[in-house]
């Protein structure tokens, strides 16, 4: 290690530094939302990796728009302080990795320092409609960097981007990007907007990782798929998810009808057009298209529970409970699942089915007044007493 590494502070609030003897690059890991201080993504991954790496997590939603709390005050002096670990180590390269708002600002600071970026799920413009940022930035002043397109533009930067084929919006970001020349961006079949995860549990993050920090590329991914280059899928993908937010069923059915068309198997517009038709009580039509999305995406608790919700509606009672089941193990705490599985005991007549269903529910979701108003109204008609005291209180 050079001589001058104990001028570094290693370790704050916001940022861990991990020192490599010998290495000739800085890895730069910029965290995603909501993470606590000392927390920290792909931490796991970065220690086994031989070169220098440095975590940062912005302690805020903040975008990583006003610098990162305890190595510097905004932007500037945050890349001014990176720049000095970079000389001090000794660095030839340095490169920036993140998801979500990481990927923003790997992309934001990689661009201000000359590195390559790898960036998976991440929004093209701050506040976007339907971005992630336009959820969840908190604003504390003029953004420094509104806008990585117009960053792009100006600033070449060699980005890899990676986006989920089942996340509209991300694949909405991701189609503005790949507009730009020196961005490369991929879609992978199966993937939501948690991408590393998905890359993780099929062994595939770390290779990954390592290969693109070697300088080695990117290494082939079985699951890419043809949403971002099938002209009119995003569009129209971007534009029927726009519908279910105004809950304009008509309009989402014939946008994804429009994507389908340029990209048959698309899964964002499959999943669209499901619920499409199930929220116009077209349930046998919702049904085959809904079956078809859980079998092709087992691990989408989204696609999953409409698909419970359609078999529900055509009578398949047992059928809805094993999906309800299956989602509980993924996902215990789905209160809207223990809330099915109520209401799915009631119509058999199980009053204690139902009654241990719902105070779950309720248990989990305890600001529900649905929930709680139906446990009441099960207890009474056990001849329950009620007391200050159940447990889903």
């Not at 720049?83 to 390269?93: F, I, M, N, P, S």
């Not at 100006?154 to 961005?183: M, W, Y």
């Not at 047992?318 to 209401?343: N, T």
Request: proline letters at 5%; hydrophobic letters at 40%; one cysteine or more.
């Amino acid at each position: 290690m050079p001589s001058h590494a104990s001028k570094i502070d290693f370790t704050g609030p916001s940022h861990h530094l991990r020192p490599y003897d010998g290495a000739k690059r800085l890895v730069v890991f910029f965290g995603a939302k909501d993470l606590s201080f000392e927390k920290y993504n792909f931490f796991q991954t970065g220690r086994e990796l031989p070169e220098h790496c440095l975590f940062l997590n912005n302690g805020v939603n903040h975008w990583y728009q006003y610098g990162v709390p305890g190595v510097g005050a905004d932007f500037a002096t945050t890349v001014d302080a990176i720049k000095h670990w970079r000389d001090v180590l000794g660095v030839e390269e340095v490169l920036t990795i993140g998801t979500s708002m990481g990927g923003y600002g790997a992309i934001q600071y990689g661009a201000a320092l000359n590195a390559r970026v790898l960036a998976f799920a991440t929004d093209a413009r701050l506040m976007d409609k339907h971005s992630q940022s336009s959820r969840h930035f908190i604003k504390e002043g003029p953004p420094s960097c509104p806008d990585l397109c117009e960053l792009l533009a100006k600033t070449p930067t060699d980005v890899t981007l990676f986006a989920g084929e089942r996340d509209a919006v991300d694949l909405h970001s991701a189609s503005q990007f790949n507009r730009i020349d020196c961005v490369r961006a991929i879609s992978l079949i199966g993937s939501d907007h948690i991408l590393p995860t998905y890359l993780s549990r099929q062994a595939r993050l770390v290779p990954l990782l390592r290969s693109f920090v070697a300088g080695n590329g990117i290494p082939h991914q079985p699951d890419a798929g043809d949403a971002l280059t099938c002209h009119g899928y995003v569009e129209n993908a971007f534009a029927a998810f726009d519908a279910t937010q105004e809950q304009d069923w008509t309009r989402c059915e014939a946008a994804a009808r429009s994507a389908l068309e340029a990209y048959p198997h698309g899964e964002a517009a499959n999943l669209l057009l499901g619920r499409a038709l199930l929220q116009q009580d077209r349930v046998e039509d919702a049904l085959m298209r809904l079956a078809v999305c859980s079998a092709s995406q087992p691990d989408d608790i989204e696609a999953k529970t409409l698909l419970a919700l359609a078999l529900r509606r055509v009578g398949a009672r047992a059928q809805a409970r094993h999906v309800y089941d299956q989602i509980l193990l993924q996902k215990p705490g789905s209160h809207r699942s223990w809330y099915a599985l109520c209401i799915l005991a009631l119509d058999a007549g199980d009053l204690h089915a139902a009654l241990s269903a719902g105070r779950k529910a309720a248990k989990i979701f305890p600001s529900s007044k649905l929930y709680q108003d139906r446990v009441e109204n099960i207890e009474a008609r056990l001849g329950m007493q009620k007391t200050p005291d159940h447990k889903h209180r």
